[in-house]
């Protein structure tokens, strides 16, 4: 039960707050009717850790942020829009937690040209999507997690 509520907020807890109820689920085991309140909790902590580590896994935080040197290939059309481009690639030299991995660039005030299957080599800083806490609006964040873009 404690993991579908972890699955529907639209953010995932800070992981130091599962620390202010640990005490209490450890004092709940003892107790007898306690129970179903410490199983609801040993299931959040289990959902709110396992988001982490799938968050982690598909997007390194070292990585965030830093200027990295990268080989891909351009598996999509690029869009074009004035003088920004845009196109996903499969990373295939690089960092060793990011290779073979997807990846989607964006360029602005880019010149040249790219198309679908060409190598290119580029140095990028990789962000962290950002998704909406506005539930009727599209959810970037979790569509780029779906699609396990990084």
Known sequence: MGVICVAQLPVLVAPHWLFIGLPSAIFGLSRRFSGPVCGLFMGITFGVLTGY?????????????????????????VQKEGGNIRFSANVIDGPIEIRRKR????????????????????????NRPVGTLNPPLFDYAG????????
Request: proline share 4%.
């Open 103 to 126: 990846v989607l660039l964006s360029c602005y005030r880019c010149e040249g040209s790219y198309a679908p299957g060409e190598m290119w080599r580029f140095v990028v800083r990789l």
């Open 53 to 77: 580590e799938r968050i982690n896994e598909l997007f390194p935080s070292h990585l965030k942020g830093n200027d990295l040197e990268i080989s891909v290939r351009i598996n999509s059309l």
């Open 143 to 150: 569509w780029v997690m779906m699609q396990q873009i990084i």
